[in-house]
């Protein structure tokens, strides 16, 4: 009796009769098709399904159509929210083409009439000269006609005459002037009381006047300047790649750039130069003063960059958590981050508690005494900043590993991998529960959070327990690492784009 295949088997059956080596090829590794799948690779394949096969009427009839159906609102629904968020971009692009046209134009006026000032300036002692000139031509002339009797004696005596007319007249204007000033302070000195009242409350007024419109000016002059930051964000980061660059080449280029960390902790800014590897010669450095610092200016940017990052999540998160109803952009942003910081059950307030930042104080003191000031083996070999145990990933075995242990220093392609894998290890880890909610009571209680007041919760990190936070707050205070904290990348700007 000949078995009745089902409607795959025959769809399976076809495929093995038309040779189609994708589906043979799932089938030797025993990975099961769906009928769906199946259809869609021998359609992919030209060959055509006979009606027969088909015995599904229901799902041909119904279930397709409105599977379809709704496909198309899915499609309609992201469209609808792509042209919004394409309306929204194009009403700030003009607001700040407006902008900057205004402040062009403004700064264009106030060149012109600068310029035009200056050519003035510059055309008073030309205009002076040549009266002289004029003049001096005209009189030498008209003095040597008088003694050639070139001329007539009438000419010659209405010449003389407007000679000293302009004479008096200028002697007449200087001493007027004179006059008027010595008669105007006299004036001021012999006023009563009263009149020196008016004076003050009528210079009074037009003072405070002023001082508004400089106020106003001030302000039109600071709106664009966050602004102009968007644009020159791209301009101001530098992403050094692994030229293995000597320390001295390294020193020269901070210098060049004017990187100081003087400077740094005076304006807490600092310059996105991200640095794909530590120098190989750093430790050659006879100045030890001067390899912590190199070893802090490489780290500084990387573990900033990475907080702003941090806190520009957390700052998505808490507008999400406080919406109703979220768009299905929003719903997969949620989800890749619920995977990144291993939140289960969806849990947002969990997610809230590890989305977090880490202090530059905790962070610096740690990779230094880790990476022994980016001199170590495994920071050199690896870009192992941290120290970070690994079992079954990539990594450098210890020279002086036990017997009977396998773990291994996880390496990293890059320093910032590293700093991103250390930072997902505190926000996530079970060993520093108690580190980030002694974070979260600070946020609570709106104070600083500060690496002085958390190192103690990381007697986990390290075999040696109490000991190891003793180091890192000794290393934190002698480095002076708590000058670092405020600091933010400079020209950086942090949005939050969200689709309502």
């Known amino acids: 009796m000949k078995k009745k295949l089902s409607y795959r088997d025959k769809l399976l059956e076809l495929a093995y009769i038309y040779n189609v080596k994708e589906i043979q090829d799932y089938s030797k590794r025993r990975k099961n098709l769906t009928t769906g799948?199946?259809?869609?690779?021998?359609?992919k394949n030209k060959i055509i399904i006979p009606?027969?096969?088909?015995?599904?009427?229901?799902?041909?009839?119904?279930?397709?159509?409105?599977?379809?159906l709704r496909s198309n609102i899915v499609d309609y629904k992201e469209e609808k929210i792509k042209d919004k968020n394409r309306f929204l971009r194009r009403v700030e692009?003009?607001?700040?083409?407006?902008?900057?046209?205004?402040?062009?134009?403004?700064?264009?006026?106030w060149k012109g009439m600068g310029a035009a000032g200056l050519n003035f300036l510059n055309v008073l002692p030309k205009l002076g000269e040549t009266v002289a000139k004029f003049f001096g031509n005209l009189f030498t002339d008209v003095f040597n006609a008088i003694y050639n009797q070139q001329i007539d004696q009438k000419s010659a005596r209405n010449v003389i005459v407007g000679f000293f007319a302009?004479?008096?007249?200028?002697?007449?204007?200087?001493?007027?002037?004179?006059?008027?000033?010595?008669?105007?302070?006299?004036?001021i000195k012999l006023e009563t009381k009263k009149p020196e009242v008016k004076v003050k409350k009528e210079i009074k007024?037009?003072?405070?006047k002023v001082k508004k419109e400089i106020k106003k000016t001030e302000v039109k002059a600071k709106k664009p300047?966050?602004?102009?930051?968007?644009?020159?964000?791209?301009?101001?980061?530098?992403?050094?790649?692994?030229?293995?660059?000597?320390?001295?080449t390294v020193i020269q280029l901070f210098k060049d750039v004017d990187y100081d960390l003087?400077?740094?902790?005076?304006?807490?800014?600092?310059?996105?130069?991200?640095?794909?590897?530590?120098?190989?010669?750093?430790?050659?450095?006879?100045?030890?003063?001067?390899?912590?610092?190199?070893?802090?200016?490489?780290?500084?940017?990387?573990?900033v960059a990475e907080n702003e990052k941090i806190i520009d999540d957390r700052k998505k998160l808490q507008i999400l958590s406080e919406k109703k109803y979220t768009s299905?952009?929003?719903?997969?942003?949620?989800?890749?981050?619920?995977?990144?910081?291993?939140?289960?059950?969806?849990?947002?307030?969990?997610?809230?508690?590890?989305?977090?930042?880490?202090?530059?104080?905790?962070?610096?003191?740690?990779?230094?005494k880790e990476s022994g000031w980016g001199t170590s083996r495994f920071a050199l070999e690896g870009n192992a900043i941290f120290g970070q145990w690994t079992w079954d990933g990539q990594g450098i075995a210890p020279l002086n590993r036990d017997g009977d242990k396998s773990h291994k220093i996880l390496k990293f392609p890059i320093l910032r991998a590293s700093v991103k894998a250390y930072k997902n290890n505190l926000n996530t880890h079970k060993s520093y529960f108690k580190f980030r909610e002694k974070r979260k009571a600070l946020r609570d209680k709106d104070k600083k959070i500060t690496g002085l007041a958390l190192t103690d919760t990381l007697k986990n990190y390290a075999q040696t327990g109490s000991e190891y936070t003793k180091i890192l707050n000794q290393i934190i205070k002698q480095n002076r690492l708590s000058d670092f904290e405020p600091v933010k990348l400079f020209n950086s700007v942090r949005q939050v784009e969200l689709n309502s």
């Open 51 to 68: 009606k027969e096969f088909k015995t599904s009427f229901f799902k041909e009839n119904f279930l397709k159509p409105i599977f379809r």
């Open 262 to 303: 003087r400077k740094v902790r005076s304006d807490k800014l600092v310059k996105p130069i991200y640095f794909t590897q530590f120098p190989r010669d750093l430790e050659n450095l006879q100045s030890v003063q001067l390899k912590k610092e190199t070893f802090i200016k490489i780290v500084l940017p990387l573990i």
């Open 166 to 187: 302009v004479a008096a007249i200028i002697t007449a204007i200087i001493a007027g002037v004179n006059t008027y000033k010595n008669y105007d302070f006299n004036k």
């Open 205 to 208: 007024k037009p003072e405070v």
């Open 225 to 248: 300047k966050p602004e102009l930051r968007v644009k020159e964000k791209n301009v101001a980061e530098v992403i050094l790649p692994d030229l293995n660059l000597k320390t001295e």
């Open 93 to 109: 692009n003009y607001k700040y083409d407006t902008s900057r046209k205004v402040n062009h134009g403004i700064n264009n006026l």
């Open 328 to 368: 299905d952009l929003e719903k997969q942003w949620l989800r890749q981050k619920l995977l990144e910081y291993k939140v289960k059950k969806g849990n947002l307030s969990e997610l809230i508690l590890r989305m977090d930042m880490i202090p530059v104080s905790i962070a610096l003191a740690q990779a230094a």
């Open 37 to 43: 799948q199946i259809e869609l690779i021998l359609k």
